[in-house]
């Protein structure tokens, strides 16, 4: 047979720029200065601001200055309130992973150095405003007042569980905090998502939908299904990708991030599309900001892709140093959220190191003091766990009759058990 | 032989393949550089190259997709899916198309593809770390179902199962990846390392699907069990101290029949356990088999012995799995029947 082409092919498989024992190596990146970019009126078509989704969105400057014409100019309370919501999430966690590992909880994650892409979109939309999280949203529920206590004792499976110890720990739920049940089946939150906000527009509400996906989940086809309904619908949704770079073990080129960028996925479909400093709160903040607007004046989606690092291991049961440098996170380029904020409030006079300090302790005594209340109701490892019969409730409205029985049957159990 | 546990088994058997068959190749989640988060690929792409053994983007139905291309074109694929809980995407491209490319074809195209995945609980793994799939597949017609309880059967089978010219799902149960479990789980887990079906060959054997094994004799009772269970049966039979006869099936799905109706019409009672979820679960199938075949033979009702039909609840693993007490009483009850 004749070929024109008669070389033989190769198949190409993506490899990441460094692994264990390499340099970690981000110069590939372009990274742009902060301000550089415009911020075009949100009443733009989205076919007019393509080049977006290949550029930086960044407001603090390496001076921790604001600058250029994202800055949301907030006043210096609402920043010390956002610098408080980070700082507090981060706190949460390395409380919560120190009980994991202590052996009071199966599992934990973390979601250092991503705090501002969750604290900053909780202030940026209105609280009653739907959210439809992964599992590294945490700081939505901190920004927005849930009671920690609540997420300790959901963590913990304990008898005041708001979950009545269902769900794996951490996949909590809040209609009152406006945050959808997190599912552990990566993606099916994004067309949900879709699907609220076409609601809330069908019924002619006020509120918009956000959902949160990790770069590595964007290769689900829920993802591509949620965009293609939510330009179709022109649905009032804010589709947030958040590029923290690995997927567990694999890197964002996995997932497609060699070849273009996350945000760039927005313009096949033709909705907007923008790309932000995940690691800036200001630059989150606006361009939730610019999206909601967007969103709320009939103008559609936006996909937002936040560039940003998860600092630590994927959850309590990985070990990065296995698959990446593990200087890695210490060379990631655009810093950490919480210093960063605080080296902007201190550098407009608003903050110093000993309220900084004294900001640290007082949130970690908090920590503390939740943890007392939510360890008093139990522990997984502990004895006061939810009442086992509660199990066969809610599988259904009404309790079927093979339900009934099963339940029967588990007490019998129990009790021989315990004989 | 080689002492191994069930991880290092598979990977035993992905070696050996890739090894003799240039057109065996290996893919998913964090399989590549990582080797899978149970380690079932651990070496391989250091081994056998970047194209052999590699990462795939975060969707089950691309994976199981391109399984199907690759095997097409002719490639033999091992799939991995990184729970069983996590399948649901790939379903469309497992059912409408992997189970039935031989026969819409009239056998032009096929599908000599296996799918590798994790399941069942006793990890505290919650609603999404622990399901049992499997009588899904069997209820599609084309489809083989695999599924090991010891390090040797695992290789043998993983074997046959990438060496068939049919699609196949291999289950693994990842309770007892690293030693058997009898369903006591305030006891020390107790390693491989104590069992005999922890002594491997090291190089090429095969156990044929479609063959259980009975694994305990007995003449009172059948227990027809597979993964886990088998391990939860063995332990429950010597607690009650019943005679029974415990089938490992191996290959839910051609079951073998012979071996099931020879032990059943041999004891006259039969229990039939799985972790899954009671109703259509694939204790029915059984059930029915048995009724169907044995039922001049049998003494008593037969009973199932199952997960309950709620989804799998994180913190009431214990009360959900069908562990020694749910097994020892379904014995008894047939014995005194
Ligand atoms: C449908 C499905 N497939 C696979 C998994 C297993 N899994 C859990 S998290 C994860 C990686 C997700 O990475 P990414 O989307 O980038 O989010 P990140 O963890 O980085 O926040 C994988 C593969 C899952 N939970 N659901
Ligand atoms: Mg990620």
């Known amino acids: 047979m004749s070929r024109r082409n008669s070389r033989p092919l190769s198949l190409h498989i993506p490899e990441p720029p460094s692994r264990p024992g390499d340099e970690a190596d981000f110069s590939h ?59 507090l999430t981060r706190a949460f966690d390395e409380r919560m992973y120190r009980q994991q590992r202590q052996g009071k909880t199966s599992f934990y994650m973390k979601c250092t150095g991503e705090e501002a892409v969750a604290c900053a979109a909780a202030m940026a939309i209105d609280s009653d405003d739907m959210c439809f999280p992964t599992y590294r949203q945490q700081g939505l529920l901190v920004t927005r007042g849930y009671s920690m206590v609540d997420m300790m004792c959901q963590i913990y499976s304990n008898e005041r569980d708001p979950l009545k110890g269902r769900q794996l720990p951490i996949m909590y739920s809040s209609k009152a905090a406006g945050f959808f049940s997190i599912s ?76 273009a960028t996350f945000a760039a996925r927005a313009i096949g479909y033709g909705m907007a599309g923008l790309r932000v400093d995940g690691n800036d709160f200001l630059a ?135 004989k | ?62 994976i199981v997709g391109v399984a199907v291309g690759m095997g097409a074109y002719g490639l033999r694929p091992v799939a991995e899916i990184q729970f069983a809980d996590y399948i649901y995407p790939g379903l469309d491209q497992i059912i409408s198309e992997a189970a039935r490319l031989r026969y819409r074809t009239a056998g ?29 597949f069997t209820h599609v017609a084309g489809l083989k179902t695999v599924i090991p309880s010891t390090p040797y059967d695992a290789k043998g089978l993983l074997i046959s199962a990438i060496e068939d010219d049919d699609p196949v799902m291999f289950f693994e149960p990842k309770r007892i990846y690293n030693g058997p479990f009898d369903g006591n789980h305030s006891r020390p887990v107790t390693p491989w390392a104590k069992h005999p079906a922890s002594e491997v060959p090291e190089g090429h054997y095969s156990i044929p699907l479609g063959k259980a094994a009975v694994v305990r004799e007995g003449g009172a009772v059948t227990v027809l069990a597979y993964g ?7 332990g429950a039979a010597e607690a009650t101290g019943i005679d029974a006869e415990v089938v490992d099936l191996r290959t839910i799905w051609p079951v073998d029949i012979e071996t099931i109706e020879a032990s059943v019409k041999k004891t006259g009672r039969c229990v039939i356990v799985h972790e899954a979820t009671r109703t259509s679960g694939f204790g029915a199938e059984l059930s029915a088999l048995v009724q169907e075949r044995c039922f001049y033979h049998l003494e008593a009702p037969i009973e199932r012995v199952t997960g309950f039909d709620t989804p799998y609840p994180h913190s009431f693993e214990w009360n959900y799995f069908p562990g020694p007490i749910r097994v020892g009483s379904a014995l008894r009850r047939v014995m005194e029947a």
């Open chain 1, 29 to 87: 990146f372009e990274i742009p200065a902060a301000g550089v970019v415009a911020r075009p009126d949100t009443a733009v078509a989205a076919s007019e601001i393509r080049d977006m989704v290949h550029t930086l969105v960044r407001v603090l400057d390496d001076d921790g200055r604001a600058v250029g014409p994202w800055d949301p100019k907030l006043d210096a309370d609402t920043l010390r309130q956002a610098l408080r919501a980070m700082m």
């Open chain 1, 184 to 259: 552990g089946n990566l993606g099916t939150q994004v067309p949900q998502a879709v699907g609220w906000a076409m609601a809330s527009a069908y019924s002619e509400d006020t509120r918009i939908a956000a959902a949160w996906t990790g770069e590595g989940a964007t290769a689900e086809g829920d993802f591509h299904y949620a965009m293609t309904f939510a330009t179709v619908y022109r649905a009032p949704v804010i589709i947030n990708v958040v590029n923290n770079q690995w997927a567990i073990s694999s890197y964002s080129g996995i997932a497609g991030g060699d070849e």
């Open chain 1, 284 to 418: 989150v903040y606006a361009a939730t900001r610019w999206a909601a607007e967007r969103a709320r004046t009939n103008q559609g989606p936006t996909l937002i892709e936040h560039f940003t690092y998860r600092a630590e291991g994927h959850s309590t049961s990985d070990d990065p140093a296995r698959y990446r440098p593990s200087e890695e996170a210490k060379r990631w380029p655009l810093g950490d959220p919480i210093e960063r904020l605080k080296q902007h409030l201190v550098a407009i006079g608003e903050w110093d190191d000993e309220r900084h300090a004294a900001l640290g302790k007082e949130l970690v005594e908090q920590g503390k003091a939740a943890g007392r209340e939510a360890e008093s109701y139990g522990t997984l490892s502990g004895e006061n766990v939810v009442q086992a019969d509660s199990m066969f409730e809610d599988v259904f409205k009404e309790v079927p009759w093979h339900l009934v029985e099963q339940r029967d049957q588990a007490e019998a159990e129990r009790q021989a058990w315990h």
């Open chain 2, 1 to 62: 032989m080689a002492q191994m546990n069930m991880i290092q088994a598979l990977n035993s058997a992905l070696d050996v393949m890739m090894e003799r068959d240039p057109k065996v190749l290996t893919f998913g989640e964090d399989v590549g550089y990582f080797g899978g988060v149970f380690r079932v690929t651990d070496g391989l792409q250091k081994k056998y190259g970047l194209k052999r053994c590699f990462d795939t983007p975060i969707a089950e139905g691309g």
């Open chain 2, 108 to 136: 032009e195209f096929t599908s000599p593809i296996t799918i590798r995945s994790p399941y069942g609980g006793g990890i505290y793994g919650g609603q999404t770390h622990s399901q049992s799939p499997e009588a899904i």
């Open chain 2, 228 to 234: 886990t269970m088998v391990h939860v049966a063995i």
